[in-house]
């Protein structure tokens, strides 16, 4: 009696891992085999095993003679749970396969030669059914079924389990887009049927299932959505959504490696159309790539996709930390610079072309100039931000304010006031740095107000006042011939005068009139500087004549009041804004003091 109890107590299921006695297996009948699989031993019958396993079919042939009473089944796949619901079905007792159990059901039916060579509507047939007219006509279950594969690989995707789902998953989100894109067709007010664009897509339900997927399989997957012709934008928004997930997990040695092989994998994945992806998002992987190390190739493709859309960026897109060791300045400068230069290398086709082409591409109206006119401001921006940054080089700021072409910034107000900043910010700069830095800034682009500070900007070198003070003297005169200009509109020559003056190209000139008379005008004012210039060297002599006489004079006074004057005072119109402001009388005296230089000029 005592061992009777005993052969019934092993016949519980996996009783190394402490599972209780389960009921199903004959109570009446001593086991005749042992079953160890994982760890977990099973005491069954032969026979119930015999009638539907092929593999235990051989094991027990191999041993007749022996009487083999022992079997161990090293690598079963899915471990004691799969043996446990192929002995069920070869006992002949009831279960109900799901989208849960299904994969492990035809890998342990494959393993065990569970087909219909060895017996009827065996495992394998019906797990093969119920994956085939159930789970592939279902989205989500096969989401399920791809996340039982990923413990049952390599063979999962011998079986073919891996491909069927992810190809029923990309026709099912193809097939839903299609239908979703018929139900926001309607008839316009002319009666043509159009397209709704600002009705809600119900067709991306999906994404959110998706987001569940090993990083491994989720790839194939977004390439099978791919070839299949699932939207760019559908495809981008579930790459965004699976980052998110992925990539606000908890940060460690192990979790960092899996971070690195999720950017690195979406970045692979991005498609190629242009605004498929927010701009923030690829500086989003921008950030996490360098930040995470990973490859260059990754980081260069990244850089080559936002160069590629740079003018819809903002600012704050722009100031990527330096995370690199060793990285003196506070912003990664380098990194940004390359994507300047990738911007303006697709904007390279327009200097190639013939001075006509020249003309059409670059008018106001423009796509390519329109983006230049953003990415220019955007530039200014970002250098009025790192200016003040201590660590930052002079090479690297010009490095950033000259990446964009010349023809870029049509108002250099930005660019002045960085530069201004970056002045300020370095006082020890030397004066051979500072003509450099200044020699960016177009002055005759500046605007008024911003011209009257630079004329009285004490930050600024001589020659770069002088420039100023010349420019605001020519937009005077420029004002004048213009006003001259609508008294008389007989004379054309006025007339084209105040076209050229006012930066506009005349309409009823040619295009190569127009370039041929502002290049006139550009050699005219390229006179003028040379004169202002020999003016200037003539003045600097002087000064340094008269410094030397007051040297001897040893009169302290008198010479720190004449440095003074040596700074340009004279050549002040207004005040600086904040301060007072000067009496009439020297307004008077500066005023002649002007004139005078300007007729020295001429």
Not at 334 to 346: A, K, P, W, Y
Not at 530 to 541: A, G, H, P, W, Y
């Amino acid at each position: 009696m005592d061992k009777h109890r005993q052969q019934q107590q092993q016949l519980s299921l996996a009783k190394g891992s402490g599972q209780s006695c389960k009921e199903w297996i004959f109570r009446d009948v001593p086991s005749d085999i042992t079953i160890q699989v994982n760890g977990g031993t099973f005491a069954l019958h032969k026979f119930p095993l015999v009638s539907r396993s092929g593999r235990m079919r051989k094991l027990v042939s191999e041993h007749r003679d022996s009487d083999i009473s022992k079997v161990e089944l090293m690598n079963l796949p899915g471990g004691v749970e799969s043996f446990e619901l192929a002995a069920k079905f070869c006992y002949g007792i009831n279960f109900e396969i799901t989208s849960l159990n299904v994969a492990q059901l035809c890998c342990v039916s494959d393993y065990l030669e569970m087909t219909e060579e060895f017996s009827e509507d065996n495992l394998g047939s019906c797990a093969e059914e119920y994956l085939e007219s159930i789970v592939c006509k279902n989205l989500q279950m096969c989401v399920e079924v791809l996340q039982q594969c990923e413990n049952l690989l390599p063979l999962a995707d011998e079986l073919k389990i891996v491909g069927r789902c992810i190809d029923a998953i990309a026709s099912k989100a193809c097939a839903e887009q299609i239908a979703s894109n018929f139900s926001r067709l309607e008839y316009s007010s002319s009666g043509r049927l159009h397209m709704n664009r600002q009705a809600k897509c119900e067709g991306d339900w999906w994404i959110e299932d998706l987001s569940v997927i090993r990083i491994d399989l989720y790839q194939r997957l977004i390439i099978a959505m791919k070839c299949r012709g699932v939207r760019p934008e559908s495809i981008g928004a579930s790459l965004l959504n699976y980052a998110q997930k992925e990539l606000t997990k908890k940060v460690d040695s192990v979790s960092t490696i899996h971070e690195r092989l999720v950017v690195e994998t979406i970045i692979g994945l991005l498609p190629v159309e242009k605004l498929a992806v927010p701009i923030s998002f690829l500086f989003g992987l921008l950030r996490s790539a360098v930040m995470l190390d990973c490859t260059i190739a990754c980081r260069l493709d990244l850089e080559r996709r936002i160069g590629s859309q740079l003018d819809i960026a903002t600012i704050d897109d722009l100031l990527i930390p330096s995370f690199q060791h060793g990285y003196e300045t506070l912003f990664d400068v380098d990194t940004i610079h390359r994507i300047l230069v990738n911007f303006s290398q697709q904007d390279d086709c327009v200097d190639d072309m013939d001075d006509v082409s020249i003309f059409e591409s670059d008018s106001l109206h423009s796509p390519s100039q329109s983006a230049l006119r953003e990415v220019s401001k955007l530039v200014d921006n970002y250098l009025a931000e790192i200016a003040p940054d201590a660590n930052l080089k002079l090479a690297q700021f010009m490095a950033i304010a000259e990446a964009l072409p010349a023809h870029a910034r049509t108002i250099h107000d930005g660019l002045y006031r960085a530069i201004d900043i970056y002045l300020k910010a370095h006082q020890g700069i030397q004066d051979a740095d500072k003509k450099k830095l200044c020699k960016l800034i177009d002055f005759q682009k500046l605007s008024q107000e911003v011209g009257a500070h630079a004329a009285q900007n004490e930050r600024l070198p001589l020659q770069s006042i002088i420039q100023v003070l010349y420019f605001e003297q020519l937009r005077l005169r420029n004002a004048l011939c213009c006003s001259y200009a609508d008294d008389d509109h007989n004379s054309m020559r006025h007339h084209q005068q105040w076209q050229i003056c006012s930066g506009v190209l005349g309409s009823t000139m040619s295009p190569r009139d127009n370039y041929a008379s502002l290049r006139r005008e550009n050699r005219e004012l390229k006179l003028e500087l040379s004169r202002i210039r020999m003016r200037l060297n003539d003045l600097e002599k002087e000064q340094i004549y008269m410094k030397r006489n007051m040297a001897k004079s040893h009169s302290r006074k008198f010479i720190s009041s004449f440095s003074k004057i040596g700074k340009l005072r004279i050549f002040r119109q207004r005040s600086p804004r904040g301060s007072s402001s000067p009496s009439r009388q020297s307004n008077r005296t500066d005023s002649k003091v002007i004139e005078r230089a300007c007729a020295s000029v001429r």
